[in-house]
Nanobody, 128 residues
Framework: QVQLVDSGGGLVQAGGSLRLSCAAS????????MGWFRQAPGKEREFVAAVSGSGDSTYYRDSVKGRFTISRDNAENTVYLQMNSLKLEDTAVYYC?????????????????????WGQGTQVTVSS
């Protein structure tokens, strides 16, 4: 079992930055591929970024490439999402997710494989 707690959301002006954190409890954190997802009002939840268990593989949706950076600290059981150059369309509730995946699959697998565990979500609002 893994429990995830998301934090770091808030209100920010367009062009600004936020850093989301996801703290995990439970064992073997490094065996879990971790991802960030988001859900805007009236829309389905969508994949944002993922990082492999070792941290050596990352993958992003096209609309956030070059602006967002996912990373993890396995000693602290935490995954981060650094969001820069935020846009109005980034407004959403952001969720972290975890799934045990073979290291051979890489972070990209998280885009199509639903997490086994979810955080509670943290609201990110970008204003003009």
């Amino acid at each position: 079992q893994v429990q995830l707690v998301d934090s770091g959301g808030g209100l920010v002006q367009a062009g600004g930055s936020l850093r989301l954190s996801c703290a995990a409890s439970g064992r073997a954190f490094s065996t879990y591929t971790m991802g960030w997802f988001r859900q805007a009002p009236g829309k389905e939840r969508e994949f944002v970024a993922a990082v492999s268990g070792s941290g050596d593989s990352t993958y992003y949706r096209d609309s956030v490439k070059g602006r967002f950076t996912i990373s993890r600290d396995n000693a602290e059981n935490t995954v981060y999402l650094q969001m820069n150059s935020l846009k109005l369309e980034d407004t959403a509730v952001y969720y972290c997710g975890a799934r045990q995946l073979s290291p051979t699959l890489g972070a990209r697998a998280m885009e199509v494989m639903s997490p086994e565990y979810w955080g509670q979500g943290t609201q990110v609002t970008v204003s003009s």
